[in-house]
């Protein structure tokens, strides 16, 4: 599947934002570019402010038939009126949370740069695997999700792949034919006009 269309944009929020500017920021980018999948992406543990963000976005993916998931606070999914759930923790609470939230919901799950992880996901009803970091980053342990990892999961397994942390455009460019989405969001909030710098990394597929 992956080697022939051009993979999809899973955009993430930035892991803090303003409430009174974002939502106007995040219409800009959706109405610019095809947007698959939004995730709300927040450092925050705090449900009050979680809950005013998955509002703000919601309403703003919902209104563009984009699906939002949040990460892995899967008890406010149904709460919240949201689609789903991503689990930064791999396979590990795959099958209860598909358990808990149905057949429904979207839940992916990310494995860092385990083929093993990512089986297990996929087993116990993942929707997507998610690899990375694929980019240098300060972050983690320094092992990063090299493009064999991902080549050979487009060849063997069917669970959608998805490869996130620290992208560029050269990434961009030599993972397209192996991937089936990007998650982008860093690497676009950061610049002074996030929905030119995601036509940048989308340019780079071709």
Same mark, same amino acid.
């Given at each position: ?27 800009? @980018?959706? +109405?610019?570019?095809? @947007? ?18 998955? +509002? ?19 008890? !406010? ?9 991503? !689990? ?12 808990? !939230? ?19 996901? $996929?087993?116990? $009803? ?51 034919? @192996? ?28």
């Amino acid at each position: 599947m992956a080697e022939t269309e051009q993979p999809q944009i899973y955009l993430l929020t930035p892991p803090d934002f303003e409430l009174s500017t974002f939502p106007d920021q995040l219409a800009r @980018v959706l +109405d610019a570019h095809e @947007v698959a999948c939004l995730r709300l992406n927040l450092a925050t543990a705090d449900e009050d402010r979680i809950a005013r963000a998955a +509002d703000a976005c919601r309403e703003v993916a919902h209104a563009r038939d984009i699906a939002l998931v949040i990460n892995d606070h899967a008890m !406010l999914v149904d709460r919240l009126g949201l689609d789903g759930v991503h !689990l930064s923790d791999g396979a590990r609470r795959m099958r209860k949370v598909r358990k808990d !939230l149905g057949q429904d919901a979207i839940i992916g799950a990310f494995c860092h740069a385990s083929s093993h992880d990512g089986m297990s996901a $996929g087993e116990g $009803g993942a929707d997507y695997v998610s690899f990375g970091p694929v980019g240098a980053t300060p972050l983690g342990d320094g092992t990063r999700a090299e493009r064999d990892l991902f080549a050979w999961w487009s060849e063997m397994i069917e669970v959608p792949v998805v490869a996130e942390g620290a992208l560029d455009a050269e990434l961009v460019r030599a993972l397209s034919p @192996v991937t089936d989405f990007f998650a982008i969001g860093e690497e676009i909030w950061r610049a002074e006009d996030p929905a030119a710098a995601l036509g940048e990394l989308i340019k780079a597929m071709e």
